[in-house]
């Protein structure tokens, strides 16, 4: 598959155009629809992204926002994805947004994926916008190496949902959208900083090997046209 990759000079650059071209797509979304839906991912890059598109005049309360993965981890810890959004997006005008967490306080992260997959499943088909980030082993959502579920995720005949992933190096045990529900999205954006993850991406897009480096499916069999945006 096709993709696009849109340099800039600066993390700050880069925020600011990214939060503008999503809006762009959830304004669309819900002027003709009257609803949309974002995905987004955690870590710390996509911080400076989240405050920007807050400050974006939306149809927030129509535009429904919620995890590419997360952690199986309640809101309230420093690891939690949920966190970091309502945190860094989920202030100023998009407050309002309508916000779905993928974490449920449920006996065991398979229960938590079912009762995800349930709340999600009406605004997954497809999402309009998806932004996803790399780790410089190549991982992208939960999507592992050496993932224990990795397989089932990142195979498109798949329904769309919400499932487990336990690997090496996700530390604890992950909630993750499956490629099913991603691949297709509006807008499909690959978010990723630094010389180390630029060099990771050039490694990934010379090779096949899925399993070595899952970012791969992402760039090789996604429906949607991959965006990428890159800043030093």
Known sequence: MSETIHAFDSASDLANTLAADVAHRLDA???ERGAAS???SGGSTPKLFFQALSQHDLDWPN???TLVDERFVPPESDRSNHRL???NLLQNKAKAAYFVPLFQPAASPEDAATLATVKTEAICDPF???IL???TDGHTASFFPGGDNLYEALDLDEPRGVLTMAAENAGEERLTFNFSSLH?????VLHIEGAAKKATLEKAQSGEDEEEMPVRAVLNRAETPVDIYWAP
């Open 29 to 31: 979304a819900t002027k």
């Open 38 to 40: 974002i995905a987004v």
């Open 63 to 65: 535009i429904s926002v």
């Open 85 to 87: 959004v309502a945190e």
């Open 128 to 130: 309009d916008v998806v």
């Open 133 to 135: 980030g790399m780790g």
């Open 184 to 188: 297709d999205a509006g807008f499909l």
